[in-house]
């Protein structure tokens, strides 16, 4: 069976090609659109896609006690990473203020978002909430869409569409994944298909086959807001208090599910540049 699967990596491997560029909006490389503030700390993360409207994603000084706490720190140098860098995230976040760019990601045009990603330890917050991106809406029934994981570094996605409060329900799905190695870098996925009613939603995790999938009635009329790297949405009110502790070394997201062929192409030329020997 490691014989298998091992043949199996090296094929996908083998056949990466550069990752596809129609519709992606976002790319946050730990390389590149980094400014630094004292030596390692990291206060704006610039999108790598020129032609986006959604240009920086930047240190919130609001609700926090100590100003520049929310900065993560930038890590060089990453021997598991093929010697790229991350960003080191410890209750932190930075945040897109663009308030309506990326709403129409769960509300009818569907979407792909890719990440290079590894966890720690997670600290005591909300339980079971720790959340490496999203972009909830900060207040109401908080539609938007969100990825976590439990205190125990199990992952989950979902979308809320704000048409009922609560965790979980039919409108506010959980797309459980596997209990994840601390300290291991992953290359976690998720799929929302196009459309409005019933869609497909699916998480992936190394592989372009999908560990969970579900469905989401979409409404189109559902209000996000601006979208956090480290934390599922702008929280100010008590900032840190919902974020995961780990590390994002690539985050991309396009604004139409790619289709199959696409998405393998994507998760094997992340493969190739960040873990092929």
């Known amino acids: 069976m490691k014989t298998l699967t091992f043949l199996l990596a090296a094929l996908f491997l083998a056949n990466a090609q550069d990752i596809p560029t129609s519709g992606l909006i976002l790319d946050l490389d730990a390389a590149h659109g ?4 004292d030596n390692d700390k990291v206060s704006i993360w610039r999108n790598q896609i020129q032609t986006s409207p959604a240009k920086d994603f930047i240190k919130r000084d609001e609700g926090r006690k100590e100003a520049g706490s929310g900065r993560p720190t930038l890590r060089k140098n ?10 080191v995230f410890r209750q932190q976040e930075l945040v897109c203020l663009d308030e309506d760019f990326f709403d129409s990601l769960s509300t009818g045009k569907g979407h792909t ?3 290079v990603i590894a966890m720690h330890q997670q600290q005591v917050g909300l339980k079971d909430v720790n959340s490496f991106f999203g972009n909830l809406r900060n207040g109401g029934k908080y539609e938007g869409i969100w990825a976590c994981v439990n205190d125990d570094n ?4 979902g979308i809320r569409n704000g048409l009922t409060f609560g965790r979980f329900d039919k409108n506010n799905p959980q797309l459980l994944g596997p209990k994840l190695e601390p300290n291991k870098f992953y290359i976690i996925a998720g799929r929302m298909a ?10 992936f995790v190394d592989q372009p086959s999908a560990v969970a999938t579900t469905t989401f009635p979409v409404d189109p009329k559902a209000n996000p807001s601006r979208m956090s790297i480290g934390q599922e949405r702008d929280a100010i009110q008590h ?4 974020s995961f502790d780990g590390e994002i070394a690539r985050f991309l997201i396009w604004d ?6 696409s998405l393998k192409i994507a998760m094997s030329a992340l493969q190739k540049k960040y873990f092929a020997p």
């Open 34 to 37: 980094i400014t630094l503030e």
């Open 78 to 87: 990453i021997a598991i990473l093929n010697n790229h860098p991350a960003l």
């Open 113 to 115: 978002w890719i990440t």
């Open 154 to 157: 199990t992952l989950w996605w």
């Open 194 to 203: 196009a459309g409005t009613g019933e869609v497909k939603l699916e998480l």
């Open 239 to 242: 900032p840190g208090f919902e």
């Open 256 to 261: 139409k599910p790619l289709d199959d062929e």
